[in-house]
């Protein structure tokens, strides 16, 4: 997530009363054919508030924060609180997952941003746990200005294995690093770099990944065509990523192929178009994954009802999600 986060967060602070209005539309399960669809649903008024618009909404997929993204503290979660929380997503079925806040840059070249950084993924994979969610969207960070992408890498790499030290127990949570579209110094934007770090990290019950579909055509791969695609999930066939794809932000792109700029669009309203999500709704390898919109919500959640009836369609074409097992459980 990035491009849209501004609406999101806006209404963190000050609910707008669209943002809190019960979509007039929501989705029914019948229509979800079985698949794990949503979108990313506000925290504001308490996590429990998430689960009641992810319920108002229809989805049997959501995605949280677990506190303001954009500041480094924030009151903890009551264990009353995460309790109320663990039953509701549980009696909802809506299977939740987090996103951690933006300030993180585990990647940094400076020493102390990249020590504060993992103090406060500490605290939000702690969070997540106490909220029972299988797994947590972390971004791969950043490096110096106009340093090769390897030093940042390693860094990244460094800080992680310090998150789950070697012999302890540690936490059960997965970590999805997201792939980013490239602005700046960002790192992990092109898969070499997501599969590099995987393999350093060498454990797959802990570390995987979150495809952004805004992100990978704005890093420059061609998923709207069909050759583009076969390219690309070949590539992800090549690094060994398939099984290590734990979710999917399913977002249109403002900003054009190969731009590198990361801003999110309504489906089928940016450049990316809605073939891309044709395909990526009807391989079979996704059809058991969790699949978020972070699109703009100027509408509110009426926007994401209607963002995912654009992509609907597809599920009458594709297979059905494999029987058995949720994903992201270790
Ligand atoms: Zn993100």
Avoid at 12 to 39: C, F, M, N, Q, V
Avoid at 128 to 150: D, Q, T, Y
Avoid at 200 to 228: M, N, S, V
Wanted: charged fraction near 20%; glycine fraction near 10%; aromatic fraction near 6%.
């Amino acid at each position: 997530m990035r491009g849209n986060q501004g609406g999101v967060e806006k209404r963190a602070r000050a609910p707008h009363p669209k943002a809190e209005a019960a979509p007039a539309h929501p989705l029914s399960s019948s229509e979800l054919s079985g698949r794990l669809l949503g979108a990313h649903v506000s925290i504001s008024g308490g996590v429990g508030r998430a689960v009641e618009r992810a319920i108002q909404c229809g989805f049997s997929a959501a995605q949280i924060f677990l506190k303001n993204c954009r500041q480094w503290k924030a009151p903890a979660i009551h264990a009353g609180e995460a309790t109320a929380f663990r039953r509701a997503a549980s009696s909802s079925g809506i299977l939740f997952f987090g996103h951690a806040g933006y300030l993180l840059n585990l990647a940094s070249s400076s020493e102390p941003l990249g020590a504060q950084s993992l103090e406060a993924l500490r605290d939000e994979t702690a969070r997540a746990e106490s909220l029972g969610l299988p797994f947590l969207v972390v971004h791969p960070g950043a490096g110096a200005r106009g340093e090769a992408p390897e030093a940042a890498l390693s860094r990244l790499v460094g800080r992680l294995r310090l998150l789950f030290p070697a012999g302890s127990s540690g936490p059960s949570i997965r970590i999805a690093l997201e792939t980013m579209a490239g602005q700046g110094s960002q790192i992990g934007w092109r898969l070499e770099h997501l599969a590099w770090v995987l393999e350093e990290l060498a454990d797959p019950c802990r570390f995987g990944l979150c495809l952004d579909t805004a992100h990978l055509w704005a890093a420059g791969y061609p998923i709207a065509t069909r050759t583009g695609y076969r390219n690309f999930t070949g590539e992800l066939e090549r690094l060994a990523l398939v099984d290590r794809i734990l979710a999917f932000h399913l977002n249109d792109s403002a900003a054009p192929f190969g731009s590198r700029r990361d801003r999110h669009a309504h489906l089928g309203r940016g450049t990316l178009g809605l073939a891309a999500f044709d395909q990526i709704l009807r391989d079979p390898r996704w059809s058991g994954l969790p699949m978020v919109l972070e699109t703009p919500k100027e509408d509110g959640m009426e926007d994401d009802c209607r963002n995912l009836r654009a992509i609907l369609p597809f599920l009458s074409q594709s297979c059905p999600p494999p029987a058995g097992e949720r994903p992201g459980k270790v």
